[in-house]
Structure formats: C-alpha cells, structure tokens
C-alpha cells in the first residue's frame, strides 16, 4: 500500500471513530429534589377552659338536625379539636323565637355574665311572622348589648351570625312561589341593619347567608323537613364563621 493512500485511510478512519465517539454523549444525571413542607403555624393557645353562650332561635338550636350536627356544637368539637382546653357550651334558643321571646327568655334565665365567647343568630321569625321591622331596628341593639354584657363586657368575645335565606328551601320556595324575591329582600333588609350595626360598633359579623342560598341546587344543604339548614350547611357555617371564633378567643 503506497503511503499517501495509508494516510487517506487513516484520517477516513480516525474521522470516523470520532463521530462515533461524539454521538455517544453520556446521559445526564438527574436529581429529585428533596420535598420540602411548608412550615405550619400553630394555633395560638387560648385559655384552658372556655365558656361558650349560643344566643338564637330554630337555626342555633338545630331544629331537624341530631343535638351534636347543630353549629354551636360543631363549633364547639372543632375547637376540641384545635386545642387542647376544655370547652362548655349553653343554649338559649328555642324554635319561633323572635327578638322579644329571646330578650325576655335571656332576662328570666339570667345567666352569669362569665362567658369568654357569645354567639347571636336571630331575627327570622321576626320577618316570618310580619312583626314590624321596627321592633327587630329596637330590640337587636339591646341583644347585642345583653350579649355583650354576658361575653365579660368585651365586644371582642360576641360574633354576630346572619340570617339564613329560607326562600331558598322547598318549604319556601312551596310557601311563597313566585314570591319568594320578596322573603329574600326582606331577609337582606334584616341582614344589612345587623351588620351596619355590627360594624359601627365594632362587634364581629359573619354573613352565613350566601351558602343557605344555594339550598334548591344543593339539597344536601337543607335538612329533612325540606326548611332548616343541614348538618353539612352548619359544618359550612362553622367554617366560615372560624376566623371570627379564633380572634375572640385569641383576644
């Protein structure tokens, strides 16, 4: 073989040795990267023993839901749960009760004024039964302060719950038909005097309204006697109203 055709070969060889070389790239390493949780942040811890006062009617009673499914009890099982004191709770609510039946039920039982939370729901039976909307602009101010009062005289420790929106159930869509436009302008009237109210004075409001609306969509939200609020509407008001509970009790 003549020597320049040996080194036409080799560099023919040698280019191509070196294609394959560079075509051979070795694979990239890859890493996972650690799981990094986010940090969570406590609960502040509040006093080892809390008295809780639930102030209403039929929606804090819990009428058509078992005794441990009504929201003051959820509330008081989710604060079991988040901490470690020990939670008592009172009722005063009976079905049908409008603001006068709650003041003077409140003024007969006279309860010690050593609550470290106060919850108020009331006025829809004011609107069902047609009392004149002055007597609820008259007599909610005086339970908000009754409620005060009984909440160790510390606004911070009452929250304000609105008025569910009953047009919203069968029982009121079949009571008013087409007119159920009209229970749900009258409830709002009721709502926006509690919590102009509420804001005025710096007491805390928590609007509850928006979810009982969405009872004829979601029947789930509507208890057996196809009016009142659900075991799973009152774990939502308890959610929602949490917040709230948190800075009563952090006060």
């Known amino acids: 073989m003549k020597p320049h055709f040996k080194q036409i070969v080799t560099i023919i060889l040698s280019a191509f040795l070196l294609s394959c070389s560079s075509s051979e790239e070795p694979a990239p390493i890859t890493t996972t990267p650690p799981v990094v ?5 406590p609960n502040p ?98 339970l908000v302060t009754k409620a005060i009062m009984l909440a160790k005289g ?5 929250v304000v719950i609105s008025i569910p929106d009953y047009a919203y159930t069968p029982y009121g869509k079949a009571l008013a038909g087409d ?13 926006s005097f509690a919590e102009k ?23 789930n939200l509507v208890a057996s006697d196809g009016l009142h609020p659900s075991e799973t509407a009152y774990k939502m008001f308890v959610d929602k109203m949490m917040p709230e509970i948190k800075k009563a009790l952090h006060n």
Not at 154 to 158: L, P
């Open 37 to 41: 949780n986010p940090p969570t942040t």
């Open 45 to 142: 811890p509040i006093a080892s023993s809390i008295n809780y006062l639930a102030l209403g009617d039929s929606y804090t009673i819990g009428q058509s839901v078992c005794a441990t499914c009504r929201f003051p009890e959820q509330l008081k099982t989710s604060l079991n749960a988040m901490y470690s004191s020990t939670i008592s709770l009172k009722i005063i609510a009976t079905t049908g009760w409008t603001t006068s039946n709650l003041l003077s039920s409140i003024n007969t039982q006279n309860p010690e004024p050593n609550y470290d939370l106060v919850t108020l729901l009331i006025g829809v039976n004011n609107q069902y039964q047609r009392r004149n909307f002055s007597v609820y602009e008259k007599e909610f101010p005086e």
């Open 154 to 158: 510390d606004r911070k420790n009452v």
């Open 179 to 191: 007119q159920t436009s009209t229970i749900s302008s009258e409830i709002d009237q009721y709502n």
């Open 197 to 219: 109210y509420c804001i005025n004075n710096q007491i805390a409001f928590v609007s509850i309204t928006d979810i009982t609306r969405q009872g004829l969509n979601s029947p």
